[in-house]
């Protein structure tokens, strides 16, 4: 139904604009007709005083002119060619060639009847700048019709179906949202004590973790109206349009309360105002008319808005005092056991095969947010297909974690025995330096098959949940990244580019030590990251200096750290190095027995 409503907003769209263009075009062919007929006339025409001496003269034998034009052939005596002359007005022009007639003079005068065609051109003409300023007012009411693009469950079979029970892995924030279904289905026992329920909650995490599939659960529960846009749909090229949607969207929520009105994406026009010009400008008017809205609900009017985003540090600090966006709750990624009930609620309708094991799948994509948890179960499936599989097998779903976490593995793509190599020595350089550092998870597969965009990869089991990485873990995480450079440096003595997302990846993590963690003993527990430069300039005229300074030193340190495990375990880099070279792919148990051996 969405899906229509969209492709019918798009449609509406397009014949406004086709309107408009048609209407342009053919005013743009009018004119460039008449003004290529003046260009090809200019030499043959005649002024109107050189008109009025030629007549006078009793040079002019014929004078041929349209009822209603101001346009006229002449035909001079003597002359085959006739000449073209426009007169200031046709009427006294008229009555003084047939004074001149009257004194003798020999001019035939032939006044022809107006065609249809030349009616037409010159009405279009006259008419050409209302038809425009028409064609654009549909083009505007069209490109603002809320109705079109709100998302309204506002009758029983429309209603949203999404119960709680649908939601998984989020048992303590749909604790902290029940009030609000209880709210939506009996406010007056709220009134009654004289509690004021929050008038907007705003839903923030990563993109995927379910902020839509938890609003919608709620308007489920409760069994009331559940209204929804894009914070970007507010937002369109003409001035005016946001603050009017915005309008718009509340009136239609009050006539429709109790209900949820749910907004997506609301940074995208709930940023922090500016003073600028342009767009900015349109952002604050949108903005401002949302504020306005929020804050004119009366006490009867049982209406929660609902707000989602991945980056509330853009928001507005006016967005989230009391009264509006008062109560925030963060939607995490799923824990171990979260992750688990997720992959039952996608599994329901798959056919698995005994051997698969869903708490091992949870183990292995710690991190995982629940729309890439269903991801990977229906990319099994998919491949489950393509291999004539009778039920998804347990090898279906590690490739499909592969698939989404590295990519398509890519047989085609040939390698030289160069290549080969250093691939190997790479992906080895990383998989020895991890399994000595203490902190690092064991190694659960290395491969030279190229996925996606990589040559190959190596793969870790993670099988706990991080909530705090200490100081150590990172950096030896930056040693196991800078594994793989080191890797090809001590064995082939050369370097390439296949090490470049692993050297963004460790700066990455290496500024986020010094700027947002404060892991350095020099600067200190200073948050400095995502600073404007005046209040840098408050740590110091140099402290930029610094900081480059010790993301150096932090990268520096690593990569000699791994060079040094790698000398000294070289027996165990050849040895992984060759096994790749030989069988392409190494997994658990392999691994660990050529460690052990």
Do not use: W
């Amino acid at each position: 139904m969405n899906k229509d409503k969209n492709q019918k907003n798009k449609k509406n769209k397009l014949i406004a604009i086709a309107m408009l263009l048609l209407v342009v075009i053919l005013g743009l062919l009018v004119l460039l007709v008449n003004n290529k007929k003046s260009n090809e006339e200019d030499d043959k025409t005649l002024a109107y005083t050189e008109l009025i001496n030629e007549i006078t003269n009793e040079n002019v034998e014929k004078i041929e002119m349209t009822v209603g034009s101001t346009s006229l052939k002449v035909k001079m005596k003597g002359v085959d060619e006739e000449k073209k002359a426009i007169v200031p007005n046709t009427e006294a022009f008229i009555e003084l060639v047939q004074a001149k007639v009257a004194e003798g003079k020999d001019i035939e005068l032939i006044q022809n009847p107006r065609g249809f065609l030349e009616q037409a051109g010159s009405t279009f003409i006259s008419l050409l700048p209302t038809l425009i300023m028409v064609a654009l007012f549909i083009m505007l009411f069209k490109m603002q019709g809320l109705g079109e693009k709100g998302k309204i469950y506002d009758d029983t079979e429309r209603r949203t179906k999404v119960k709680f029970d649908d939601v998984a892995g989020l048992d303590e924030e749909k604790e902290e949202l029940i009030e609000i279904v209880d709210f939506l289905k009996r406010p007056e026992r709220f009134v009654k004590m004289g509690a004021k329920i929050p008038r907007g909650v705003l839903l923030y995490g990563k993109p995927g973790t379910g902020k839509t599939l938890i609003a919608k659960a709620i308007a489920g529960e409760a069994d009331v109206p559940f209204i929804s846009m894009s914070g970007s749909e507010f937002i369109e090229m003409f001035a005016g349009l946001g603050a009017s949607r915005v309008r718009k969207l509340f009136d239609k929520a009050r006539k429709l309360s109790p209900c949820i009105v749910f907004i997506d994406e609301i940074d995208a026009i709930g940023s922090r105002r500016t003073s600028n010009s342009g767009a900015e400008t349109e952002n604050n008017q949108t903005l401002n008319q949302l504020l306005v809205e929020m804050d004119g609900f009366s006490s009867e009017e049982t209406i929660i808005v609902l707000a989602a985003t991945n980056r509330p540090e853009m928001l507005d600090k006016a967005l989230l005092r009391p009264g509006r966006f008062d109560r925030q709750i963060t939607i995490p990624t799923p824990d171990l056991n979260g992750r688990l009930d997720i992959l039952k609620i996608h599994s329901k309708e798959k056919r698995l095969s005994n051997d698969v094991n869903l708490e091992s799948v949870a183990e292995d994509t710690a991190g995982f947010t629940g729309a890439e948890l269903a991801n990977i179960l229906n990319e099994a499936a998919i491949i489950a297909t393509k291999k004539k599989h009778e039920e998804i097998e347990n090898e279906d779903i590690e490739e499909a974690v592969k698939k989404v976490v590295v990519g398509i593995e890519k047989h085609s793509r040939v390698l030289s025995e160069h290549d080969k190599k250093l691939t190997a020595y790479h992906e080895a350089g990383h998989a020895v330096v991890s399994q000595y550092l203490p902190t690092q998870t064991p190694v659960k597969e290395v491969s030279i098959i190229p996925r996606g965009v990589t040559g190959g990869y190596t793969l870790y089991k993670s099988n706990e949940d991080k909530y705090y990485i200490s100081k150590t873990e990172m950096k030896e995480k930056l040693i196991v990244l800078l594994g793989g450079r080191a890797g090809e440096k001590i064995a082939i003595n050369d370097i390439s580019t296949g090490a470049s997302n692993d050297i963004e990846v460790a700066t990455q993590i290496a500024r986020d030590m010094v700027t947002k963690y404060g892991m350095t003993d020099s600067l200190g527990p200073i948050d400095l990251k995502g600073k404007e430069d005046y209040e840098l300039q408050l740590f110091g005229e140099t402290i930029g200096d610094k900081v480059g300074e010790e993301v150096k030193n932090l990268i520096d340190e690593a990569y000699v750290n791994a060079q040094q495990l790698l000398i000294q375990h070289r027996d165990k880099l050849d040895a992984i190095a060759q096994t790749l070279l030989e069988k392409e792919k190494i997994n658990e148990s392999e691994f660990n027995q050529i460690f052990n051996s």
